[in-house]
C-alpha cells in the first residue's frame, strides 16, 4: 500500500451534519514517559512478583498460606500471560519460607514382599539410609565370608559333622558284629543295602546256599530276617542324624552370624536411633539375614533368594550386583538432597497417570514381566509432597484417567500407585502394592478462563478440591504510573530474554502497541508472551542494524513484520475489491446500499474488510427478511440485530397504522458464516434510505450495533475495521471525502496506523463519531434526519418524515390490495 503524505493538505473535512470528524489526537494516544526518567531500560529495576495483577496476587498468596483441605488453586487467565511464569516467581518466594518435607524411600517387607514398606526419613536423610544400607551390605559380604572361611568355624562344624557321623558309623559297627557272628553279611549295593550268609569269610552263592541243609537255610534265613529289621531301624535313624547335624549346623552358623552381624547392624542402628520406623526395618533385616543364611554362605552360585529376585525370584542379569543382599537395599524414592531449601515447586508439563503417582517398572525375564520393590518410582505428587504441584489443566483433562487420580489424591490425602494397564484390563501380571504415601501438596492449576467455567459446570467436584480461584486481568489501566509499570515490565523481559535495551523511542512505541492490542486507549495489555515475541523480532531488527538498543523505528518494523507474514489473506481479500470482483464502491451515492464493515480472524490474526449491504422494500405484512439467516449463514446475533430493527421501525413511525412492511436484507457476496451485531446500524441505514428514498454516500463505511431506541452502541475491532475501508479507499486514491462512521462510545478504543492518522490530520479521510441513528442517517444521506414536533409530526423533507410516509402509503397499499400483496416466503423475520 503506497504511503499517505500530507503533501498538499487539503482543509480538513468539515462537520457532515453537525457531526465533526475525530481530530488526529484523538485517533491514537502517545505514550507519556516523563514519569520515567531514562536512557535506556537496563537503568530500570525490575519488578518483583505479579505485575499490575492485584486481584490474583491476592488469591494466590491466600491460597498459598492457608492450611486448610481443598484450597487448592486454580489460575485462569489468557493464554499468552505467561501465568505459569508469573505464579512461580510467587510460588517460590512463599516456599522458601515452608519447612523442608521428608524424604521417603521404600524397603523390602519381608513378611509380605509383594506389599513394600514406606518410610518418611528427615529432609535430605534419605540417600544417608540408602548408603549407609549399602555399606552395611559390604561390611556383611567381607564379615560373613570372613567368619564361615575361619578355621574356628570350620573346626566347631567339623566336630559337629563327626559327631553325628559317629553315632551313625557305631550303629552300623554294631549291627554288622552282630551279623558277622551269626554268619550273616551286610553288603552295600547300587540298590542299597543287602543281607547274605556267609561261609569261610565268603559270601555263599546262591546254588551253594540251595545245598545246604534244610536246618541250615532255615536257620540262615530267620537269622537274615531279624537282621533285616535291625538294618531297617538303623537306616531310618539315618535321616534323623542328618536332620540333628542340619540343625546343629544351623545353629552354629546363625550363632556364627550372629557374632559376625552384630557390629555392623549396631552401627546403623545407632547411626538412625532417632527414627523408630528405621530401627525397626533394621531389625527386620538382621532377623531376615539369620533367618536366611543358606543364601548368603552357599558356596558360587548360590540363589538370589525369595526377596533378591523379582517378586521372589533369581534376579535377572541387569538387576544383578550385590546377590542376594540386594534384597536389603532401600530405593529413595524422593529426596531433598538437591533442594536448597524450603518447599519443591514442581511443575508436571506431561501428567500422564504414571508421571502424576509414580509407576512401577517391569523386566522380562524367562518370557514373563516381574517387578521388585526397588522398581517402584515417583510421580509428581511424590517429588511436590510438602511443597507445590504446577500442572496445565488442559494437559491434565487430556490424559486418561489423570484427572480422577489427582482427585482421588487429595480426598484422600496419599499417593497410591495405579497402574493403568490394570485399570483397562489389559495385563494379569503380578504386581506390586507399595505402602500409599500421605500427601500434603498445594495443586495449582493453569488454564484459560472457558475451559474453568465449562469444567465447573460438568465436574461439581471442581468445587471441592480448588476453592480458590486466581482471576488473571488481560490489561490494566494506562494512566502515567501504568505506563511507567510497563516500561519497567518491558525492560524486565528484555533482560530476562537476554535482549538489547530499549531506549526511550522503544519503550513508548512497545506501550503504544500494547494499548493497540489491548483496543482501549484507557487500557494497556498485560500478555508479556506476545509483548516479548514483539521484542525478540525488535531485537533482531536492532542487532541487523547494528544498534546497540531497540528503538521506536525497530518495534514499528517488528510490528510492520509480524502483521506483513500473516497478510496474506488480508492482501486477497482486498485485491478482489480492488479489481471489482467484490463490489465495494468507494464514491458516488445510491439507496438502499451501504458499505459495512466486519472484522475476520484467522488464526490469531484480525482484519477489516468492507462488504456491501443492500435493502429492498415493498408493502407487506410487517416482515423483515434476513436473508443471511434464512440460508442458515447468520448467527443468532446477528439475527437478534436484525429483530431490533423491527423494534426500532415499529415503534418509531407510523404509529397509528399497522406495519405494514416487507423488507430484505442482505450482505453481498457473503459466502461464509456471519454473525455479531456490529452492522446493526448499517442494515438500518439502508432500510431508512430505501423507504425514504434517500441515497446513502458509497464514500463512507459504517459500523456499530443499535437498540430498539435508535442510540448507536460500541462495537469490537473498530481499529481493524476503519483501517480495512481507509486501505481500499487510499488504494483507489483518496479525495478527502472518505471516511468511517463509528460509534461514539468506540473513540476511546482508537489506536489507528500512523497512515490513517496522517491521512485524517492532512483531511484526506475522516472518522466520525455517532451517538443516534439521526446523526447517522443525516451524514450519509445529507439531509436532516428531523425531530418530531409539538404536533407529533416529522419537518417536512426529513429523513423521518418521507419514513414515516411511505410507511403509511405501504399500509394504504396493503389495505386496498389485501392478502394477495403478501409476497410468498419460506420464511422471516418479523
Not at 494516544?29 to 526518567?37: E, G, H, K, Q, Y
Not at 486454580?74 to 499468552?80: D, E, N, Q, Y
Not at 546256599?209 to 531310618?236: C, D, G, M, Y
Request: proline content about 7%; glycine content about 10%; charged content about 25%.
Amino acid at each position: 500500500m503506497p504511503p499517505v503524505t500530507a503533501d498538499p493538505a487539503p482543509a480538513p473535512p468539515p462537520p457532515a451534519a453537525g457531526v465533526a470528524p475525530l481530530p488526529p489526537d484523538r485517533l491514537y494516544r502517545s505514550a507519556d514517559l516523563a514519569a520515567l526518567a531514562f536512557e535506556t531500560t537496563a537503568e530500570l529495576a525490575p519488578l518483583p512478583g505479579l505485575v499490575s495483577q492485584p486481584r490474583a496476587d491476592a488469591a494466590i498468596r491466600f491460597g498459598t498460606e492457608i492450611g486448610q483441605r481443598g484450597f487448592n488453586i486454580f489460575v485462569i487467565g489468557p493464554s499468552g500471560a505467561r501465568m505459569q511464569q508469573a505464579v512461580r516467581a510467587v510460588l517460590d518466594d512463599a516456599a522458601r519460607a515452608r519447612t523442608l518435607p521428608s524424604d521417603w524411600v521404600y524397603v523390602n517387607n519381608f513378611a509380605a514382599p509383594h506389599r513394600p514398606r514406606a518410610i518418611a526419613l528427615p529432609g535430605r536423610r534419605g540417600p544417608e539410609f540408602q548408603q549407609a544400607v549399602r555399606a552395611l551390605i559390604e561390611d556383611l559380604r567381607v564379615s560373613l565370608h570372613a567368619i564361615f572361611e575361619s578355621e574356628d568355624y570350620q573346626k566347631r562344624r567339623a566336630t559337629l559333622e563327626q559327631s553325628v557321623r559317629g553315632k551313625h558309623e557305631q550303629a552300623f559297627a554294631a549291627l554288622n558284629e552282630k551279623a558277622q557272628a551269626r554268619g550273616i553279611a551286610i553288603l552295600r549295593t547300587p540298590m542299597g543295602f543287602g543281607l547274605a550268609p556267609v561261609r569261610d569269610g565268603k559270601v555263599v552263592p546262591p546254588a551253594d546256599f540251595n545245598a545246604w541243609p534244610e536246618a541250615e537255610q532255615a536257620a540262615a534265613r530267620h537269622a537274615i530276617e531279624e537282621l533285616e529289621k535291625e538294618l531297617e531301624q538303623t537306616l531310618r535313624a539315618v535321616p534323623r542324624l542328618e536332620k540333628e547335624l542340619r540343625d546343629a549346623v544351623r545353629a552354629l552358623d546363625r550363632e556364627t552370624a550372629r557374632v559376625a552381624v552384630a557390629p555392623p547392624f549396631e552401627q546403623i542402628a545407632a547411626q538412625f536411633a532417632a527414627l523408630p520406623e528405621v530401627g525397626r526395618q533394621i531389625e527386620a533385616m538382621r532377623d531376615d539375614l539369620l533367618d536366611t543364611l543358606p543364601l548368603f554362605v552357599m558356596p558360587d552360585g548360590a540363589p538370589d533368594g525369595p526377596a533378591g529376585g523379582p517378586m521372589g525370584g533369581p534376579a535377572p542379569p541387569a538387576m544383578r550386583g550385590a546377590g542376594p543382599f540386594e534384597r536389603y537395599e532401600v530405593n529413595v524414592l524422593v529426596t531433598q538432597a538437591d533442594h536448597a531449601a524450603g518447599a519443591p515447586v514442581v511443575e508436571e508439563l506431561h501428567p500422564t497417570l504414571a508421571n502424576l503417582v509414580g509407576r512401577i517398572e517391569y523386566l522380562q525375564v524367562q518370557g514373563a514381566l516381574v517387578t521388585n520393590f526397588r522398581l517402584i518410582k515417583a510421580g509428581a505428587l511424590h517429588r511436590a509432597n510438602g511443597g507445590t504441584l504446577l500442572l496445565d489443566a488442559r494437559s491434565l483433562l487430556g490424559e486418561p484417567f489423570s484427572w480422577a487420580a489427582l482427585k482421588r489424591a487429595l480426598l484422600r490425602q496419599d499417593v497410591t500407585i495405579e497402574d493403568v494397564a490394570r485399570f483397562v484390563g489389559l495385563t494379569t501380571t503380578v504386581s506390586l502394592e507399595p505402602d500409599p504415601i500421605p500427601l500434603d501438596v498445594k495443586v495449582v492449576l493453569f488454564g484459560d478462563r472457558a475451559l474453568y467455567y465449562l469444567l465447573s459446570a460438568l465436574d461439581p467436584e471442581l468445587a471441592q478440591h480448588f476453592k480458590v480461584l486466581a482471576d488473571f486481568d488481560d490489561e490494566t489501566d494506562r494512566s502515567p504510573a501504568g505506563e511507567a509499570t510497563l516500561a519497567r515490565l518491558i525492560g524486565g523481559i528484555a533482560a530476562g530474554q537476554k535482549l538489547r535495551p530499549l531506549d526511550r523511542g522503544g519503550v513508548a512505541r512497545a506501550i503504544e502497541h500494547a494499548a493497540r492490542l489491548a483496543e482501549d486507549q484507557q487500557k494497556l495489555i498485560l500478555l508479556t508472551e506476545r509483548l516479548g515475541d514483539l521484542l525478540a523480532e525488535a531485537d533482531f531488527i536492532a542487532g541487523r542494524a547494528g544498534r546497540a538498543a531497540i528503538g521506536g523505528a525497530d518495534v514499528a518494523a517488528a510490528i510492520a513484520a509480524q502483521q506483513d507474514r500473516v497478510g496474506r489473506v488480508k492482501d486477497r481479500s482486498r485485491e478482489m475489491i480492488l479489481r471489482d470482483i467484490a463490489l465495494v464502491e468507494t464514491t458516488g451515492s445510491r439507496v438502499g446500499q451501504l458499505n459495512g464493515l466486519s472484522v475476520l480472524s484467522l488464526g490469531g490474526h484480525a482484519f477489516g474488510r468492507p462488504s456491501r449491504i443492500t435493502g429492498r422494500v415493498r408493502p407487506g405484512g410487517g416482515r423483515i427478511v434476513d436473508i443471511e439467516r434464512e440460508v442458515e449463514l447468520g448467527g443468532p446475533l446477528h439475527s437478534k440485530g436484525v429483530l431490533i430493527l423491527s423494534g426500532y421501525l415499529a415503534g418509531r413511525y407510523a404509529l397509528d397504522v399497522p406495519m405494514s412492511l416487507y423488507a430484505s436484507l442482505v450482505f453481498e457476496q457473503s459466502y461464509g458464516g456471519v454473525d455479531g451485531d456490529s452492522a446493526s446500524s448499517a442494515e438500518l441505514y439502508v432500510l431508512l434510505s430505501a423507504l425514504a428514498e434517500a441515497p446513502l454516500r458509497q464514500d463512507l463505511a459504517v459500523t456499530g450495533s443499535v437498540n430498539q431506541h435508535g442510540v448507536v452502541q460500541a462495537i469490537g475491532g473498530v481499529n481493524e475495521k476503519i483501517e480495512g475501508f481507509f486501505e481500499v479507499c487510499a488504494a483507489r486514491g483518496l479525495t478527502g471525502r472518505q471516511g468511517v462512521l463509528i460509534p461514539a462510545a468506540n473513540a476511546q478504543h482508537l489506536m489507528l496506523r500512523e497512515d490513517v492518522v496522517a491521512a485524517c490530520a492532512a483531511g484526506r479521510f475522516a472518522v466520525y463519531p455517532i451517538e443516534t441513528i439521526d446523526q447517522g442517517i443525516a451524514v450519509l444521506t445529507g439531509l436532516p434526519a428531523g425531530a418530531r414536533g409539538a404536533d407529533g409530526a416529522w419537518p417536512e423533507g426529513s429523513v423521518n418524515h418521507r419514513v414515516e410516509e411511505r410507511l403509511r402509503a405501504f399500509a394504504r397499499a396493503r389495505k386496498e390490495a389485501g392478502p394477495q400483496m403478501e409476497p410468498r416466503t419460506e420464511g422471516g423475520t418479523a
